[in-house]
Nanobody
């Protein structure tokens, strides 16, 4: 079974930065598009950033210019650099394939608050 292990979430003040990491256990990772998703309390899970197997990226309008997705195909890692964080970025962040597989990791909590 594929394992997705997210880390790096924390409590941060508005305007701060965080870098999230995701370790992916499967070798097909290097052939796969990946995404970072988030789910805020009472809201549906949404895709915030995506990256193709050859590192073409795209981000949602709500985070454009602030979030950057990247990957390391050798280490099987996906990263999300988040800058200029806002309270509305508060959510549990998940990584998954694009489109997402049925299995989700535990996510990592990001809280933006003063």
């Amino acid at each position: 079974q594929v394992q997705l292990v997210e880390s790096g979430g924390d409590l941060v003040q508005p305007g701060g930065s965080l870098r999230l990491s995701c370790a992916v256990s499967t070798g097909v990772f290097r052939f796969s598009a990946m995404g970072w998703y988030r789910q805020a309390p009472g809201k549906q899970r949404e895709l915030v950033a995506q990256i193709t197997n050859d590192s073409v990226t795209n981000t949602a309008d709500s985070v454009k210019g602030r979030f950057t997705i990247s990957r390391d195909n050798v280490q099987r890692m996906v990263y999300l650099q988040m800058n200029s964080l806002k309270p509305e970025d508060t959510a549990v962040y998940f990584c998954n394939f694009l489109p997402p597989r049925q299995y989700w990791g535990q996510g990592t909590q990001v809280t933006v608050s003063s």
